[in-house]
């Protein structure tokens, strides 16, 4: 009897979780968008920078393709979290969440199965690009993988619910493109992600620190180098980091869920 | 029938003074009906009249700024949890994930419906049967045609066994064939679960085809009623004239009959107990004058016409 309560509570999340799984596989363009691009970007701008550019902050000889790879591993997580989001505006006004917003089922659930199908695409985009952790000079140890695999949920989850509380305030996809531009983005660029905090003017290194994905970051860089935590340089302690990280998730949870509540339709 | 629930008695649906406004809009402005069990409700009336506002309270999408709803005796503003689970709603954009099979639509639908495993697939099955739908099953919506995906939508909403369904412009989109198809799958949902239908329309044969229509202009119900009693207010056959110039020969027919006759998009229309002799004697009266001419039985149309002296689409369609 138990089991069956849960199951009923559990089963309007995993069946928009599920969805989510096997609409991506039969979307192919979306696993180029998502990951081929990154992909580029960290060869092309990690390659181009590598001459000119040594990040500061970082011990001696640390390359930028090195530096940025953390990054760019968080901009894919960032991608996947910006189609659920396109697609939940889509899907709200004229597709399948409809019939979703009708359904005997609460929306924090609702918000929940897309959190959990966003964030678990982005993982495994993410534990993709972890395999070219050698290509970047990182060497993984075993703990730090699974370390950086947990932060990258935690992440993906987080900014996935962020996508969702603009989608779900949303009446068009028109504006996405501004509010990606000047928030989705901008969150990326100041996280530490594309340049270290280290040397920047004032204002800048304030908008850095106020900026909550600079922790996720930072949490993802100190996982990735869990066995020599002396070649991460300048950056938040791995504690303040996984705080501050999962309390942004939590808080961007329980705003998407609340946007979705007052939405009519 | 199964007539042998105990809330048999209670209306499906009764809605009292129900009020809508957006901002300064009002959208409903105090409508009032209720549906029996097993009854197929039609609105029939323009975009803007205030049939979207009436759909989405009804599907609990929205809650209404006044007056009450009622859905098996349960409100809407308070009990929407409660009437969820009997109501299946059909959406006029199609609410089938395109990329999934007709089946996995249906599984979906059943799992948000509390729905699952052996019981789940066989009733997803019997539906999908009884819609002729089986040999479908396993394709992926986007390869089926327009009718095929709006009766694999309803196949969808038919997956809870809902005791009330509500549906936005079904048949948009369809060609009459389809359409026609739609209405028979209706019918005999009707006929064999007494399911209670209220849908919105702005298609006149759709509207013709419903037991009962609500006629809706700007926010109110101007006029309900079987199809058959309201076309028998309009008084006789309808003949419609097209001349070169309208306004004038209307003012020479009242002099010369003594009828009221109304000038509609460019043409006069007149209702006229013997159509065919009028159309004769006019042609006669105004030799030259006359275009063309059509007589015929009422329509809902014409009954619109007669409420709010305009058409229900602004072209000529």
């Given at each position: 009897?138990?089991?069956?309560?849960t199951?009923?509570?559990?089963?309007?999340?995993?069946t928009?979780?599920?969805?989510?799984?096997?609409?991506?596989?039969?979307?192919?363009?979306?696993?180029?968008?998502?990951f081929?691009?990154?992909?580029l970007?960290?060869?092309?701008?990690?390659?181009?920078?590598?001459?000119s550019?040594?990040?500061?902050?970082?011990?001696?000889?640390?390359?930028?393709m090195?530096?940025?790879?953390?990054?760019?591993?968080?901009?894919?997580l960032?991608?996947t979290?910006?189609?659920?989001?396109?697609?939940?505006?889509?899907?709200?006004?004229?597709?399948?969440?409809?019939?979703?917003?009708?359904?005997?089922?609460?929306?924090?659930?609702?918000?929940?199965?897309?959190?959990?199908?966003?964030?678990?695409?982005?993982?495994?985009?993410?534990?993709?690009?972890?395999?070219?952790?050698?290509?970047?000079?990182?060497?993984?140890?075993?703990?730090?993988?699974v370390a950086?695999?947990?932060?990258?949920?935690?992440?993906?989850?987080?900014?996935?619910?962020?996508?969702?509380?603009?989608?779900?305030?949303?009446?068009?996809v028109?504006?996405?493109?501004?509010?990606?531009?000047?928030?989705?983005?901008?969150?990326?660029?100041?996280s530490?992600?594309?340049?270290?905090?280290?040397?920047?003017?004032?204002?800048?290194?304030?908008?850095?620190?106020?900026?909550?994905?600079?922790?996720g970051?930072?949490?993802?860089?100190?996982?990735?180098?869990?066995?020599?935590?002396?070649?991460?340089?300048?950056?938040?302690?791995?504690?303040?980091?996984?705080v501050?990280?999962?309390?942004?998730?939590?808080?961007?949870?329980?705003?998407?869920?609340?946007?979705?509540?007052?939405?009519?339709? | 029938?199964?007539?042998?629930?105990?809330?048999?008695?209670?209306?499906?649906?009764?809605?009292?003074?129900?009020?809508h406004?957006?901002?300064?809009?009002?959208?409903?402005?105090?409508?009032t009906?209720?549906a029996?069990?097993?009854e197929?409700?039609?609105?029939?009336?323009?975009?803007?009249?205030?049939?979207?506002?009436?759909?989405?309270?009804?599907?609990?999408l929205?809650?209404?700024?006044?007056?009450?709803v009622?859905?098996?005796?349960?409100?809407?503003?308070?009990?929407?949890q409660?009437?969820?689970?009997?109501?299946?709603?059909?959406?006029?954009?199609?609410?089938?994930?395109?990329?999934?099979?007709?089946?996995?639509?249906?599984?979906?639908?059943?799992?948000?419906?509390?729905?699952?495993?052996?019981?789940?697939?066989s009733?997803?099955?019997?539906?999908?049967?009884?819609?002729?739908?089986?040999?479908?099953?396993?394709?992926?919506?986007?390869?089926?045609?327009?009718?095929?995906q709006r009766?694999?939508?309803?196949a969808?909403?038919l997956?809870?066994?809902?005791?009330?369904?509500?549906?936005?412009?079904?048949?948009?989109?369809?060609?009459?064939?389809?359409?026609?198809?739609?209405?028979?799958?209706?019918?005999?949902?009707?006929e064999?679960?007494?399911?209670?239908?209220?849908?919105?329309?702005?298609?006149?044969?759709?509207?013709?085809?419903?037991?009962?229509?609500?006629?809706?202009?700007?926010g109110?119900?101007?006029?309900?009623?079987?199809?058959?009693?309201?076309?028998?207010?309009?008084?006789?056959?309808?003949?419609?004239?097209?001349?070169d110039?309208?306004?004038?020969?209307?003012?020479?027919?009242?002099?010369?009959?003594?009828?009221?006759?109304?000038?509609?998009?460019?043409?006069?229309h007149v209702e006229?107990?013997?159509?065919?002799e009028f159309?004769?004697?006019?042609?006669?009266?105004?030799?030259?004058?006359?275009?063309?001419?059509?007589?015929?039985?009422?329509?809902?149309?014409?009954?619109?016409?007669r409420?709010?002296?305009?058409?229900?689409?602004?072209?000529?369609a």
């Open positions: 009897m138990r089991k069956q309560a199951l009923r509570l559990c089963l309007p999340v995993m928009l979780w599920w969805r989510e799984m096997v609409r991506f596989c039969r979307q192919r363009s979306r696993l180029v968008g998502a081929v691009q990154p992909l970007f960290w060869i092309l701008l990690g390659g181009g920078f590598s001459a550019f040594r990040p500061p902050g970082t011990p001696e000889g640390t390359a930028y090195e530096y940025f790879y953390p990054g760019i591993i968080t901009l894919v960032l991608f979290a910006i189609f659920a989001t396109i697609s939940t505006v889509e899907d709200r006004r004229e597709g399948f969440l409809q019939a979703v917003l009708v359904a005997p089922v609460t929306r924090s659930s609702i918000v929940l199965g897309q959190a959990l199908g966003g964030a678990t695409l982005a993982l495994v985009q993410g534990i993709l690009f972890l395999l070219l952790a050698p290509a970047a000079g990182i060497s993984l140890t075993m703990s730090g993988v950086a695999v947990a932060v990258m949920f935690v992440i993906s989850f987080g900014l996935t619910s962020l996508g969702l509380v603009i989608a779900w305030r949303m009446e068009s028109q504006g996405f493109h501004a509010i990606m531009n000047l928030i989705l983005i901008p969150i990326w660029l100041l530490g992600a594309f340049f270290p905090a280290a040397g920047v003017p004032v204002w800048l290194q304030w908008a850095m620190r106020l900026d909550p994905l600079t922790y970051v930072a949490a993802f860089r100190r996982c990735l180098y869990l066995g020599n935590p002396a070649a991460v340089g300048e950056a938040p302690s791995l504690l303040l980091s996984l501050l990280t999962v309390l942004f998730t939590g808080v961007a949870f329980v705003a998407a869920t609340n946007a979705a509540r007052r939405s009519a339709a | 029938m199964t007539k042998a629930r105990t809330d048999m008695d209670i209306p499906a649906v009764e809605v009292e003074g129900l009020r406004t957006y901002g300064a809009r009002e959208a409903l402005a105090g409508v009906f209720s029996m069990r097993g197929i409700f039609g609105f029939l009336g323009p975009n803007g009249g205030g049939k979207t506002t009436l759909f989405k309270i009804l599907s609990t929205m809650p209404p700024t006044g007056g009450s009622r859905v098996f005796g349960h409100d809407l503003a308070h009990e929407s409660a009437v969820r689970p009997r109501l299946g709603v059909v959406f006029q954009h199609p609410s089938l994930d395109p990329q999934l099979t007709v089946t996995e639509n249906l599984m979906h639908h059943g799992h948000l419906y509390g729905l699952w495993g052996r019981a789940l697939h009733r997803t099955r019997a539906t999908l049967d009884q819609l002729g739908l089986g040999d479908r099953a396993s394709d992926p919506v986007k390869t089926l045609s327009g009718g095929l009766r694999a939508e309803l969808k909403v997956v809870h066994r809902p005791e009330l369904l509500v549906m936005d412009e079904p048949s948009t989109g369809l060609d009459p064939g389809a359409r026609q198809d739609f209405n028979t799958v209706l019918r005999r949902l009707r064999q679960e007494n399911v209670t239908i209220l849908l919105t329309t702005h298609l006149i044969d759709e509207a013709e085809q419903c037991d009962r229509v609500g006629v809706l202009h700007q109110r119900l101007v006029a309900m009623g079987d199809p058959d009693t309201l076309k028998g207010s309009v008084g006789g056959d309808v003949v419609v004239i097209w001349a110039n309208p306004e004038d020969m209307g003012v020479k027919m009242r002099e010369r009959f003594g009828c009221e006759a109304s000038v509609i998009d460019g043409a006069l006229h107990p013997c159509g065919h159309v004769r004697e006019v042609v006669d009266a105004f030799p030259g004058a006359v275009k063309s001419a059509t007589f015929g039985r009422p329509t809902l149309e014409d009954v619109f016409i409420l709010t002296g305009r058409r229900l689409w602004s072209h000529n």
